[in-house]
């Protein structure tokens, strides 16, 4: 279901690898160029999509849950990768979390990642998520596909929005 997909596992990214600002400890390095595919396992359920980035996309999926209303986006480098933490607001909705980053955004990238949303309509109580997301670079973008593309299971390509010229 691609809300779920969204609000799970594509938030829970943008969470864990929120780009850079004045506020980061450390960057992290942006994936290699290519076709990526992640598995995102949570008591939601589990999602398989895959996505052809190149460097303007990939700092955008990076920032995708903040969009600028990030309050918070820390990342400290650690013997074995990153740890983060970001406080974020999209709407009525806020989104506090923590991961963990593991991976040489080369060929693998893993993270855990913990999310608490206060603010959704309709819920008096926040909402905890936890997921894991393992991202496994596939190869090149296959013939057709634009940086940015979401392949979701089912087939059906998602569009990023483009950011300024390519």
């Known amino acids: 279901m691609p809300v779920r997909l969204i609000g799970g596992g594509l938030v829970g990214f943008g969470l864990a690898l929120s780009a850079a600002s004045p506020l980061s400890a450390d960057t992290l390095p942006a994936r290699k160029a290519g076709l990526w595919e992640s598995k995102t396992v949570s008591a939601e359920g589990n999602t398989t999509a895959r996505q052809c980035i190149d460097e303007k996309t990939d700092q955008l999926a990076q920032g995708a849950l903040g969009g600028g209303q990030c309050s918070k986006r820390i990342f400290t480098r650690t013997s074995t990768g990153y740890t ?23 060929s693998k990238v893993h993270m855990d990642v913990d999310t608490t949303l206060t603010g959704i309509p309709n819920m008096k109580e926040p909402v905890r998520r936890k997921m894991v997301i393992d991202a496994t670079y596939l190869g090149p973008c296959e013939a057709g596909q634009s940086p940015g593309d979401i392949i ?10 483009q950011v300024g010229p390519r």
């Open 84 to 106: 983060g933490e970001t406080e974020c607001k999209i709407g009525p909705i806020s989104a506090s979390g923590t991961s963990v980053i593991t991976g040489d955004f080369a």
């Open 152 to 161: 979701l299971p089912d087939g059906k390509i998602v569009k990023m929005p």
